[in-house]
């Protein structure tokens, strides 16, 4: 049995009439017969009733209708799916993702992605940089938000904004009521509440790279690996950080951020993805990410 025969059979039982069936068909009307004699043929019993003026369905061609339109739609249901599968329109999305993201990035590309494409299912995951990369490489994730830059070349990368630094100071910290924007090397004798190299070397290296700059190397008393736990530090006036400037919409009433007046070194957020992943959901991503996201970043 084909496809073809129960659609020609659905036909036929709607319109109960072989010339009306076969025209709607654009058949032939002998040859509309013919196939419905070989689909009665395989299964064995006759499913309509035939008389010169009429064309009625037997109990069991009424029975095989039933589920001869519940297989049509499940095989139109299945093509749709197909279809919406091969454009990226459907399926699963897994998505790895850096802490600083969290505050203003990652929910205004959630909710964009989510607009354009509310069939896949995104699976997110908070991991570092290096995590990222490695659940890139080993599968583990489709597309990482991460801090570049990394050293695999067999990642693509695509940068979505460039962020500025800013410093946290305690409250009770006397700059933090003596001024409106810091010069980094007023910060020379500071505590300095530092992420670990390790988790996201690009991250890590910016940070040293503004002190550098102003003409020292900061001395570290803690190190913390979620920028929401170094600002709570910070709250607790074990010392400073130089974190992005999006974690102002991390509110702490003990805390306060100030822009930093020589800043020559911007923190990079960066999209990234294996080379050879040519999977629809993926390319579809990276597609709404450089005609929409991307664009709306460079103007705000």
């Known amino acids: 049995m084909e496809l073809r025969h129960v659609r020609y059979f659905v036909t036929l039982a709607k319109e109960l009439h072989f010339g009306r069936a076969a025209e709607r068909l654009q058949l032939a009307q002998p040859a509309l017969s013919q196939q419905i004699k070989q689909l009665e043929t395989e299964i064995g019993v006759p499913l309509f009733h ?25 095989v139109d249901d299945a093509c749709e799916e197909a279809k919406r599968v091969h454009k990226g329109q ?5 998505l790895g993702f850096a802490g600083l993201v969290t505050f203003d990035l990652l929910p205004f590309i959630l909710k964009v992605y989510r607009e354009h494409y509310p069939n896949v299912k995104i699976v997110l995951r908070h991991l570092t940089t290096v995590e990222q990369v490695n659940g890139l490489l080993e ?41 409106t924007t810091l010069f980094m090397s007023e910060l020379m004798n500071e505590s300095f509440i530092m992420p670990p190299r390790l988790s ?50 991390l509110k702490n009433e003990n805390v306060a951020y100030l822009p930093i007046q020589d800043e020559y070194t911007k923190i990079h957020t960066a999209i990234a993805c294996k080379k050879d992943n040519f999977s629809p959901v993926v390319r579809s991503f990276l597609t709404l990410m450089n005609e929409e996201v991307i664009p709306h970043l460079l103007e705000s």
């Open 200 to 249: 996201g070397p690009g991250y890590y290296d910016a940070i040293i790279s503004l002190c550098y700059q102003a003409g020292f190397s900061p001395k570290t008393v803690q190190e913390a690996q979620e920028l929401q736990t170094m600002v709570s530090l910070v709250a607790s006036e074990l010392g400073i950080c130089i974190l992005p400037a999006s974690i102002q919409y």
């Open 90 to 94: 459907s399926g699963e999305l897994k």
């Open 50 to 74: 035939r008389t010169k003026r009429q064309v009625h369905l037997t109990e069991a061609g009424k029975v095989f209708l039933n589920r001869a339109n519940q297989i049509l739609i499940q």
């Open 139 to 179: 599968e583990e994730i489709d597309v990482g938000i991460l801090i570049p830059p990394i050293e695999s070349v067999s990642l693509d990368l695509e940068v979505l904004r460039k962020e500025s630094f800013i410093v946290a100071l305690p409250k009770s910290h006397p700059l933090a009521h003596s001024a």
